[in-house]
């Protein structure tokens, strides 16, 4: 009943740059220097460090004289500080400022069975990416909180299965980069195009992927529309969770026609457990995608389904053992 109390207390310490300032002094601080670093009350700061501390995402050190010092644990420093590889800055942000607001209207999403942009920011969902990227703020605001999902998970992903015979690679919907940049980390003789929308692309290239990286480049696009050019692979991660059965089966068919004879199509989405039992995670998932999409979380089964439909044959589904896991359905060669 009261988890939305630890995730605003994560949310707003990670605001207010808690985590930050004790990585960056690189020793254990007193309450009344945290609140002057990060402009807050002494009050307000000490129940704040309080509760991190009880989350586990502080320690704290009691001094002779009677005075507590904090300091980062090593999950907080790993995962909640900007500067780490493995940040989830951002994509606690967005959680805080984007997706809270939509949950407050669950009640209306389940009722409605629809999205809540309309009621959370006054604004029309008839176009869903209109919706999702209705600022060029809250755009790279979405596409910080994709590039820290991949970081961390995207390497279990494109390795679920081997996908070194697959050269040219195809990323639609593929954001910030990060998982064409675990692709061709993973292998080094693919080159991956990431097709998406052309004010996707201008703020990835601004913000994300550096032209020294040669074997990514860009296409600019609407996957929905417009031609998709030729290749060995394509992937789809975290995009067919965002649209109904028919606008699915619509975008693979249009994979299906653009794939090279002995190519394939690659699925990175979440997957419940055939009986729907779980996991929680997934399950809580699909709530979101009520509140925030056309979509829904699926089945491995009914992701075959869905591939099947459109013509891919062999389809395999593997398990990551993270969030994330991988379906592959191929093009008879």
């Known amino acids: 009943m009261e988890g939305f109390l630890i995730s605003k207390t994560v949310f707003t310490a990670c605001e207010l740059g808690v985590f930050d300032v004790l990585l960056g002094k690189d020793r254990p601080m007193s309450a009344e220097e945290i609140c002057q670093a990060v402009g807050a009350s002494l009050d307000g700061a000490q129940r704040l460090l309080a509760a991190c501390t009880g989350l586990q995402l502080l320690n704290t050190h009691q001094q002779d004289n009677g005075q507590v010092l904090y300091s980062n644990t090593e999950q907080a420093s790993t995962y909640l500080t900007r500067s780490s590889p493995l940040s989830l800055y951002h994509s606690i942000q967005y959680s805080s400022r984007t997706i809270y607001l939509c949950w407050h209207y669950l009640t209306d999403a389940v009722r409605e069975g629809r999205n809540q942009y309309e009621k959370a920011f006054g604004v029309s969902s008839t176009d869903l990416f209109q919706a999702l990227y209705r600022s060029d703020e809250e755009m790279v605001k979405f596409m910080q909180l994709m590039n820290s999902i991949w970081n961390i998970c995207g390497r279990d992903a494109v390795t679920a299965f081997d996908l070194s015979p697959f050269k040219i690679i195809y990323d639609l919907g593929g954001c910030s980069g990060a998982l064409a940049k675990q692709c061709t980390s993973a292998y080094p003789e693919c080159t991956v195009t990431i097709f998406d929308l052309p004010k996707v692309v201008r703020m990835s290239r601004e913000h994300f992927v550096t032209e020294a990286n040669q074997r990514i480049s860009f296409h ?26 028919q606008r699915c089966v619509e975008l693979l068919t249009r994979v299906y026609q653009a794939c090279k004879p002995g190519g394939a199509v690659l699925l990175v989405e979440a997957l419940l457990h055939e009986d729907g039992s779980g996991p929680l995670t997934v399950q809580l998932y699909s709530l979101n995608m009520l509140v925030q999409t056309e979509g829904r979380e699926r089945t491995a089964a009914q992701y075959a389904a869905l591939l099947a439909a459109a013509g891919f044959t062999r389809i395999q589904d593997r398990q990551t053992g993270k969030i994330y896991d991988a379906v592959l359905g191929r093009k008879e060669g």
């Open 220 to 245: 600019e696009g609407d996957f929905f529309k417009d031609l998709l050019p030729e290749a060995d692979l394509y992937i789809l991660a975290r995009i067919l969770h965002d649209w109904t059965d």
